[in-house]
């Protein structure tokens, strides 16, 4: 399995970006898809997730309102938009598969791909 995120840059605070993260190797509508980010010296935090069929979705407190998740089963592949962005959000983010229904933890998921560096300016 092989989970590849895009779309990182660098962006001005309020300004947005939108991620994607491409996978293959096993059915990708059977899973559901998370993203998590981690800043520099700091653990890794969930941000959202989106069930296999697409039609739940959770949020951080600190990303609600603000990002959105989706995904298109057809192309593999799970989004996250991300508006009003703040310095605190500069991270690396980390897209992930997981065979649980509502994964918020990162051992509840099996597969992370590298993560794409988000640097917000303020």
């Known amino acids: 399995v092989q989970l590849q995120a895009s779309g990182g840059g660098l962006v001005q605070a309020g300004g947005s970006l939108r991620l994607s993260c491409a996978a293959s190797?096993?059915?990708?509508?059977?899973?559901?898809l998370g993203w998590f980010r981690q800043a520099p010296g700091k653990e890794r935090e969930f941000v959202s997730t989106?069930?296999?069929?697409?039609?739940?979705?959770y949020y951080a407190d600190s990303a609600k309102g603000r990002f959105t998740i989706s995904r298109d089963n057809a192309k593999n592949t799970v989004y996250l938009q991300m508006n009003s962005l703040k310095a605190e959000d500069t991270a690396v983010y980390y897209c992930a598969q997981s065979p649980f229904g509502r994964p918020t933890r990162t051992s509840e998921y099996d597969y992370w791909g590298r993560g794409t560096l988000v640097t917000v300016s303020s």
């Open positions: 190797g096993r059915t990708f509508s059977l899973y559901a």
């Open positions: 989106i069930s296999s069929s697409g039609d739940i979705t």
